[in-house]
């Protein structure tokens, strides 16, 4: 697969993962990432029991997003019918799916968890996720520090084939 050049959307949890292993800015200056207000927030909060490099610096956060899109209740309810289960996710899988689901561009998604794997997957969006060890790879960032393994290429096309079975996709 070739480096992806169109946006990606990032969830909370992927926004903290590069902070901790001090890849942001590879990741930032190497993709149009964009992200959703409720992720955003959620990046803001719950500081108090991170470690300081997982500390996210707000200013940084909004100076290197390409963009932090607001997500209505209209966006949102049009999401639900394409597939309720949006609806048990986490708020900020939520809010990143309500984007996804209405964009047509060829925008691909980062998040490690499987729950939200499963609705890119019954979304018919398989070939949009991607994961974090490979958008770093392809910007040629190595770290020091060892990715958590839900932010790995073999963890991601593990989970993918696991759900993908269960789905019957």
Known sequence: MARHTGPVLVDTNVIIECWRVGAWKALA?????????????????GFQRRRPEEQIDSKVLT???????????????????RDAE????????QALWAHAASRTDNCVLCGPDKASLR???RLGLKDRLVSL???LRDVGFRSRI??????????LEQALAQLAQREGK
């Open 86 to 93: 949006i609806g048990f996710l986490d708020a900020g899988e």
């Open 133 to 135: 060890d490979r958008l």
């Open 146 to 155: 060892e990715l958590k393994s839900a932010y790995t290429q073999k963890w």
């Open 119 to 121: 609705i890119g997957i």
């Open 63 to 81: 100076a290197t997003l390409k963009a932090v899109h607001p997500v209505e209740d209209a966006e949102f309810a049009k999401a639900l019918t």
């Open 29 to 45: 200056g190497g993709y149009a990432l964009e992200t959703v207000g409720v992720c955003f927030v959620e990046t803001q909060t």
